[in-house]
C-alpha cells in the first residue's frame, strides 16, 4: 500500500469511527483527548491537528516496520552536519567517557547517566528505516537502550506529557509525546550495524524514533527534559522543526 493510500485510509478510518463525514468532530475529538499538536496555534480541523490526532487515534500501538538483515542498506546515508563544536572534540578526545545524558523535569530521580550505564541496561536491537524528509532513506541496524528504560530509572511523574531532548549540537532539540516517548522501539541509541554509533550517524548517542520522520532521530544526545507543557521550550512550538516549516509531529 502506498503511503498517500495509507493515509487516506487513516482520515477515512478516523471519519468512519467517528461516524461522520466532516473534518470538525474529528478536530473536536482531538481536542477532547489533548491530541492538538504544540505547532498548531490553535487552528484545529485540518492538517496536521487530525493527522497527528488519527494516528494517535488509530495506530497509537503500532510497531514501525522491521525489515529483514539482509535489507541493511550497505552504505548507510550519513546526513550533513555542522563541523563539530569544541565541548563535543573534547568529549570526543576523551573516547565519550566523560558524556553524559542529563535526566530532568517531572521525575523523581533526576539524574545524569554514562554511556556506560546506559549500555548497562539489557539492550535491543531493531532493524529499521530512517527516512528523511528530503526523499532518502536506509536501513540499519540500531542497538541501544529504550527511552522507556532510562524513564523508568528515573521515574516519570504521572502528569507528564512529553519529552524534550537536545543536542549538544546547538539549534537542534526536538519533543515527543509520552505514547512515543514509551513506545518499544524509541531508543536512545548507541550501536548501529554491528559497531559503535558511528559520529557522522549522531554517535555516540543520539534518539531513535522510527515512526516518524529522520529530523526527529536528533542526534548527539546530551540532555532530555519532561515535561507537561512544551511552551516553555524555545518558541513553544514543541521543537525547532516547526520553527523552519516541519511539523512537529512527523508520523511516518
Ligand atoms: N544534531 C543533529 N541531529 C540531526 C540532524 C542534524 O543535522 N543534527 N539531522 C536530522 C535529519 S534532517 C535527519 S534526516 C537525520 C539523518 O540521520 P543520518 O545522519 O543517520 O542519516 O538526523 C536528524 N538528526
Ligand atoms: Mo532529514
Known amino acids: 500500500m502506498t503511503d498517500?493510500?495509507?493515509r487516506k485510509l487513516i482520515k477515512t478510518g478516523l471519519a468512519a469511527a467517528t461516524g461522520i463525514a466532516g473534518l470538525g468532530v474529528g478536530a473536536s475529538l482531538a481536542k477532547k483527548y489533548g491530541l492538538i499538536p504544540p505547532d498548531h496555534a490553535g487552528i484545529w480541523g485540518v492538517?496536521?491537528?487530525?493527522?497527528?490526532a488519527s494516528y494517535r487515534l488509530l495506530a497509537n500501538h503500532s510497531m514501525a516496520r522491521e525489515f529483514a538483515r539482509s535489507e541493511i542498506s550497505s552504505r548507510p546515508l550519513a546526513n550533513e552536519i555542522a563541523p563539530p563544536g569544541e565541548a563535543f572534540l573534547k568529549l570526543q578526545a576523551g573516547g565519550f567517557t566523560d558524556w553524559r545524558l542529563a535526566v530532568d523535569g517531572m521525575v523523581d530521580r533526576p539524574g545524569a547517566f554514562s554511556l556506560a550505564q546506559l549500555k548497562s541496561y539489557p539492550s535491543r536491537t531493531q532493524i529499521t528505516q530512517l527516512s528523511c524528509e528530503e526523499g532518502w532513506s536506509y536501513v540499519a541496524e540500531w542497538k541501544g537502550v529504550p527511552l522507556s528504560q532510562v524513564l523508568e530509572v528515573a521515574g516519570i511523574r504521572p502528569r507528564a506529557r512529553y519529552v524534550?531532548?537536545?543536542?549538544i549540537e546547538p539549534g537542534w532539540w526536538d519533543s515527543i509525546d509520552m505514547g512515543d516517548a514509551l513506545h518499544p522501539q524509541t531508543y536512545l541509541a548507541y550501536g548501529m550495524n554491528g559497531g559503535d554509533l558511528p559520529v557522522g550517524n549522531g554517535g555516540p548517542?543520539?534518539?531513535r524514533v522510527p515512526r516518524q520522520l529522520g529530523y526527529k532521530s536528533v542526534k548527539f544526545i546530551t540532555r532530555l527534559?519532561?515535561?507537561d507543557d512544551l511552551k516553555k521550550f524555545g518558541?513553544?512550538?514543541g521543537s525547532a522543526s516547526p520553527e523552519s516549516g516541519y511539523a512537529w509531529y512527523a508520523g511516518v
Open 4 to 6: 498517500l493510500s495509507r
Open 47 to 52: 492538517g496536521e491537528t487530525l493527522n497527528y
Open 164 to 167: 524534550v531532548y537536545f543536542s
Open 205 to 207: 548517542l543520539r534518539m
Open 225 to 227: 527534559t519532561v515535561t
Open 235 to 237: 518558541k513553544g512550538l
